[in-house]
């Protein structure tokens, strides 16, 4: 079989790529590790960014999420019983829409179905081979068979685990990473958002966030040691220890009810430079994690593929290799901005556990910062809602 762009990986960067490639007329092939429903039972953020929402509607995937995704123009900050509310609209000239990714990544999947793009499911050890020569190749087996694609360039779109990454040698790989002490314990009820916007709430026993799907499916998380267990949290437990980080006012009127799902998520950020080697290109978790306060991994996972696209259009259209040969360049500098705000958010409203009195102090006057300084809202919100391409 041949190919012109091999896309390891079906999640939303290698779904969104597809269709940006095949809209373009490029011919493309996604392997996918699992099947459609094991992706599709993910669950995962929820926050997009104006560039992705922009992304889903120009590759003709934006309908759903536009008749039933939520505009937020503002979320709240808050610490104890202070409230900040950082207002999108006024700072930032810009919304963000709440529609979970797991509700896009199925929108991407109905739209490559429609248009006829090919996605193998079940794929089993992946290999890829010459990415430094102009021919590479991949090899997979498949209902026991061993399968070979060649192409012109390949898109590792595996996620954190996959293989793409551990393909480019370590003498040219370098890794940054940074664990963090402690996990999110997410639930999912169907009850009515406590807010109509999302509230990160920090507090002297630790974060805790209000999210939402919809009208009447709500989705919480609070901060938990690194080495918990969901077992060891009953719902009552959780809705307790929820209302203690929350202001009194939203504590007050938090409906609760039963979880439909439960989950402890580690924190950490991590990237991989360079994103590029030969005809390999990395996108999404495959080169980088962020932890989730501030909602960047989908976002900046949606800003690799607005690259790779970019560049994979100009070379195929107008033969300019410019976009090729820069793209890992070009990623990486909006990612690093990302990490460094997804860390700024995360370090500014947990508990650490071996956190000094001093520190505690400088949590605290930051926030005051933030509370008393439009300008600090302004570097907030233009963060939040995502910077420019
Ligand atoms: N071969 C084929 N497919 C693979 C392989 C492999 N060796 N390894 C992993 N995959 C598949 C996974 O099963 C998964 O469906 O690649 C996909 C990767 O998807 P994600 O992990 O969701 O990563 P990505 O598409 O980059 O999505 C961006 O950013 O912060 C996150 O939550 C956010 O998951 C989102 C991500
Ligand atoms: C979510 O809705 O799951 C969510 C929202 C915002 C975040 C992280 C997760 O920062």
Redesign the pocket.
Known sequence: MRTQVLI????????LLGQHLSNAGIETIV????TKD??LG?I??GVLEIGTVSQLRDVGAGARMDAEGMVHDGAVISYGDAQIRIDFAAHADAAVMIYG?TEMTKDLYDTREQTGGAIIYD?DG?EIHDAKTSAPYVT?QKDGTEHRIDCDYIAG???????SRQTIPMDVRKEYEKVYPFGWLGILSETPPVHHELIYASSDIGFGLCSMRNENLSRYYIQCSIDDHPDNWSDGAFWDALKRRLPQEHADVLITGPSIEKSIAPLRSFVCEPMQWGRLFL????AH??P?TGA???N??ASDVFYLADALRRLYRDGDKTGVETYSERALSRVWKAERFSWWMTSLLHQFPDQTGFDHRMQQAEVAFLQSNVNAQKVLAQNYVGLPY
């Open positions: 390891i990986g079906g999640g939303p960067s290698g779904l392997l996918e590790r699992k094991y992706v993910r995962r953020a990714q794929v992946v997979y779109c595996d996620g954190f685990h996959g293989v996108c999404g978790d495959a994690i962020v989730p960047k991994g989908l900046t996972a």
